[in-house]
């Protein structure tokens, strides 16, 4: 479940890169993380885009619902999202994708990572770099996913990624 760090690898944005280590270091003994083991002061700089998102299973499907947003969304939504579903939020075509991010991080028990365009009026010329990672109650059962968003103007993403390192000989 937790083995390997390919998926670090992946990511392009050394923030997501400190989000994902930090929850990595919070699993312990192959189990999943509870809501209550993520510090806010040890994430404080990245406090305005996280978020945390319950399941709210209905007989036919899951809704998802935010029961923490961080200032940052404010901002990208022009609202407070704490307390909304994702299928409330002006995203347009944007809730599905995020549905399938969030069913597929509770189905595997595994953490997702990408980037997206947000959806939201007005916020086409940003790209959405995201990571959600799953936590638990139990260890085993996924309970809500903590998420990291990073917003960077597409003009400007060559400038926040992660440059590899230079290798001479």
């Not at 050394?14 to 003994?29: L, M, T």
Request: net charge neutral; aromatic share 12%.
């Amino acid at each position: 479940m937790l083995a390997g760090t390919a998926l670090r690898h992946q990511m392009i944005l050394p923030q997501q890169q400190y989000v994902y280590d930090y929850w990595r270091s919070k699993c312990k003994a192959g189990r999943l993380p509870r809501r209550a083991d993520i510090e806010p002061s040890d994430i404080c700089e990245y406090l305005p885009m996280i978020t945390v998102v319950e399941a709210c299973p209905l007989s036919e499907q899951t809704r998802f619902k935010y029961r923490l947003a961080g200032t940052g969304f404010w901002e990208l939504f022009e609202d407070e999202i704490s307390g909304q579903y994702i299928d409330e939020l002006p995203i347009g075509n944007r809730c599905e994708y995020w549905h399938r991010v969030l069913q597929r991080v509770m189905e595997f028990r595994r953490p997702s990572a990408g980037v997206t365009k947000p959806g939201t009026p007005m916020r086409g010329h940003l790209a959405q770099f995201w990571i959600r990672l799953p936590l638990s109650d139990d260890g085993e059962t996924v309970t809500s996913i903590l998420g990291f968003d990073h917003l960077v103007k597409y003009d400007e993403i060559k400038q926040q990624t992660a440059m590899p390192e230079k290798i001479f000989a």
